[in-house]
T-cell receptor
Framework: GEDVEQSLFLSVREGDSSVINCTYT??????LYWYKQEPGAGLQLLTY?????DMKQDQRLTVLLNKKDKHLSLRIADTQTGDSAIYFC???????????FGTGTRLQVFP | EAGVTQFPSHSVIEKGQTVTLRCDPI?????LYWYRRVMGKEIKFLLH????????ESGMPNNRFLAERTGGTYSTLKVQPAELEDSGVYFC????????????FGPGTRLTVT
């Protein structure tokens, strides 16, 4: 079956690193995504990783994938107040456009 | 270039009434998707259009929901009659032709059924 799970809340101090975790169940997942939703806005694609990769880094963002454990994480370095948002993990298999999302993790950054 | 737009941004209706949500994709995008997030839960796929054809409607919850994309441009999602459990945020997304392209999301329509 298809299931994606995330913790609901994360609170960090400005300047610290944030790590948002996600687990999925579909072993045929080919692409894994991180989306960000700010208040009143749509989902914005932050980054994605192919299932044959272990890590991807993009400026302050680092994505780690443990395919054996079906675990995905997003690390945000030097977290800023502007990073406060809901972060959604999503997966997709090769032959479909259908995205399977998690519940979202609300990240709160305090000064 | 304009992004994906959705109308209305918020709708409050009574149980049993009808509501129609509209989505205007990015110009030239063949693929159009509808998703829904019920309060505090995951975002769930509803359906996928390729131009005016329904490619995948496996996520449509029941026959009270009707999606159309006449002419392959904008799309409407009608809920008739609305039930309390239909409350949530309905997102539309679009992507370029082909499979696997980045899906660009609209801001969503918040539907409240009382």
């Amino acid at each position: 079956g298809e299931d994606v799970e995330q913790s609901l809340f994360l609170s960090v101090r400005e300047g610290d690193s944030s790590v948002i975790n996600c687990t999925y169940t579909d072993s045929s997942s080919t692409y894994l995504y991180w989306y960000k939703q700010e208040p009143g806005a749509g989902l914005q694609l932050l980054t994605y990783i192919f299932s044959n990769m272990d890590m991807k880094q993009d400026q302050r963002l680092t994505v780690l994938l443990n395919k054996k454990d079906k675990h995905l994480s997003l690390r945000i370095a030097d977290t800023q107040t502007g990073d406060s948002a809901i972060y959604f993990c999503a997966e997709r298999t090769y032959n479909t456009d259908k995205l399977i999302f998690g519940t979202g993790t609300r990240l709160q950054v305090f000064p | 270039e304009a992004g994906v737009t959705q109308f209305p941004s918020h709708s409050v209706i009574e149980k049993g009434q009808t509501v129609t949500l509209r989505c205007d994709p990015i110009s030239g995008h063949d693929n159009l998707y509808w998703y829904r997030r019920v309060m505090g839960k995951e975002i769930k796929f509803l359906l996928h259009f390729v131009k005016e054809s329904k490619q995948d409607e496996s996520g449509m919850p029941n026959n009270r929901f009707l999606a159309e994309r006449t002419g392959g441009t904008y799309s409407t999602l009608k809920v008739q009659p609305a039930e309390l459990e239909d409350s949530g945020v309905y997102f539309c997304a679009s992507s370029q032709a082909g499979t696997g392209g980045e899906q660009y999301f609209g801001p969503g329509t918040r539907l409240t059924v009382t």
